[in-house]
């Protein structure tokens, strides 16, 4: 069993947790551990000790004492050791470097074209995370900046079967079907490279910024496409093959049903997303050119792109009606460039509470995801860490 597969009860005072502890002030010796664990100080000291020698904790000098022996005093190391993540997206990425609590140390958006195929793109952006840790220091033993990156985490936007790093029939990744990401990356650096849906990562990003107390909770990315997380227990929940959470293929009542890039018609992804509200307001003889074109007109308060965001926003709420009722999350959060819209906010919002059972509802949270553009790059970096530190 790993980490990601044990159950969150498993994982108190697991090495993951007992990381996060440490990272966020919560606790600065073993025996902060031991109290917020539970766990005997013997068990503690040796969990320590092997993060310790993985280089994911450092002893930083003597605390205050309490009447005994003064204690070591525990940190995250923050100088050196380094995880790359990038974030991909239909015309924009995401790349940084992030310490070994899943903070940002550096950032930056770059324009891609998904359409130049897997190679040429994530080349491209393999050679961006190397430049960003090159322009790291050195770590403190002395080895090189290059040395010091742990890891990649890769989020990608289409369907990916994780164990494997494989896209499996992505709608709006022309010639990305069947590519291993994971092999293909492998060939390039000599760390580990972990690969996941981009909304599975901000998901992960968002729950442990915002949530990391709540068990369950529902993650939806609004952009260009559309799609969500599952938060179950504590962690990532991917289900059997990875698709867990992809909503955007889901039928919703739509007369007439557009088509939807796989095939069918009516899906949300065809009548909710950013490319479906672009391509109805085209069809109504507004000249949209892209997403950012709708949020303007809708910020501007147009009648169309108002009226088209609140009927994209009833349609989201239908289905998450469905997942509220069988799921019964502890927060709804939505990001991505639609987040902001509050017509469709508003109308999300309803639907839920019109469609859902009172009980399901009763203590919900419904909320924008607030933690920026480095969501995602967030999540992409504790997908990672959780690898390292399982491997400790």
Not at 87 to 105: C, F, I, M, N, Y
Not at 131 to 154: K, N
Not at 262 to 277: I, T
């Amino acid at each position: 069993m790993t980490i990601d597969d044990a159950p969150r009860d498993a994982l108190r005072g697991g090495p993951r947790e007992l990381l996060r502890w440490v990272a966020t002030g919560a606790a600065v010796s073993r025996a902060d551990l031991s109290r917020l664990s539970g766990l005997s100080p013997s068990t503690v000291s040796q969990r320590v000790e092997a993060l310790i020698s993985q280089g994911l904790l450092e002893e930083t000098g003597a605390g205050r004492s309490r009447g005994g022996r003064r204690p070591r005093q525990l940190a995250v190391p923050t100088g050196g050791a380094v995880v790359g993540a990038i974030d991909l997206g239909a015309h924009h990425a995401r790349v940084g470097t992030l310490d070994l609590s899943g903070r940002v140390v550096q950032a930056r958006t770059l324009p891609v074209r998904i359409e130049d195929g897997p190679e040429a793109v994530l080349g491209a952006l393999l050679a961006e995370v190397a430049t960003l840790v090159d322009g790291e220091p050195a770590a403190s033993s002395g080895g090189s900046a290059t040395g010091a990156l742990r890891g990649i985490g890769i989020g990608i936007p289409g369907p990916v079967q994780h164990a494997t790093g494989r896209i499996v029939s992505p709608s709006r990744m022309p010639g990305w079907n069947g590519f291993d990401v994971a092999a293909f990356c492998a060939g390039r650096v000599d760390v580990p490279v972990i690969v996941d849906n981009d909304a599975n990562l901000m998901a992960l990003g968002a729950h442990r910024t915002a949530h990391p107390e709540l068990d369950h909770a529902v993650y939806i990315k609004a952009g260009t496409g559309i799609g969500s997380g599952v938060i179950s227990s504590g962690r990532l929940h991917r289900g059997a093959q990875g698709s867990a959470g992809d909503i955007s293929h889901c039928r919703v009542v739509a007369d007439p049903a557009p088509p939807c890039t796989c095939g069918n018609a009516g899906c949300l992804e065809a009548v909710a997303s950013g490319a479906a509200l672009v391509t109805a307001l085209r069809g109504q003889g507004v000249p949209v050119s892209d997403l950012t074109g709708v949020i303007r007109l809708i910020d501007d308060g147009d009648r169309q792109a108002t009226a088209l965001a609140r009927q994209a926003g009833r349609a989201v709420g239908e289905i998450l009606a469905v997942v509220v009722n069988f799921f019964n999350p502890q927060v709804v959060a939505i990001g991505g460039r639609l987040a902001d819209c509050e017509p469709l906010l508003a109308s999300m919002r309803a639907t839920l509470y019109e469609r859902c059972l009172p009980l399901a509802t009763q203590t919900l949270l419904i909320e924008r995801i607030t933690t920026g553009q480095d969501v995602g790059i967030t999540g992409a970096a504790h997908l990672v860490i959780d690898h390292v530190v399982a491997a400790a």
